[in-house]
Nanobody, 123 residues
């Protein structure tokens, strides 16, 4: 079972990026999917997540600018990031939590993590 993120890169402030998270070796249908990030010198922090039912939850400033979605047919989840700022520079990770959740999964619910994709916002 594996998750692979893609779509990161170097962008200007105010730009948009869409990250993808593709699962192999298992189906995403039975999992909630979360996006996390870690900036240099900082702790890992949650960005947003989407449950099996399609309910989405966001943390902090991501709520107004980011959109988490999923396409079970493609076995892929997405993180659309708009109006990027310097503070969004980080390595972004997707992770999955098995089961049905009435709210956002907790960190310890996530059992499979991707290797991360780097997002750098710089002028």
């Amino acid at each position: 079972a594996q998750l692979v993120e893609s779509g990161g890169g170097l962008v200007l402030p105010g730009s948009s990026l869409r990250l993808s998270c593709t699962a192999s070796g298992f189906r995403l249908d039975d999992y909630a999917i979360g996006w996390w990030r870690r900036a240099p010198g900082n702790e890992r922090e949650g960005v947003g997540c989407i449950t099996n039912e399609g309910d989405t939850y966001y943390i902090g400033s991501s709520e107004a600018r980011f959109i988490v979605s999923r396409d079970n047919d493609k076995n892929t989840a997405y993180l659309q990031m708009n109006r990027l700022t310097l503070a969004d520079t980080a390595t972004y990770y997707c992770a999955v939590a098995k089961g049905r959740f009435s709210g956002p999964p907790q960190l310890w619910d996530y059992s499979i993590w991707g290797q991360g994709t780097q997002v750098t916002v710089s002028a």
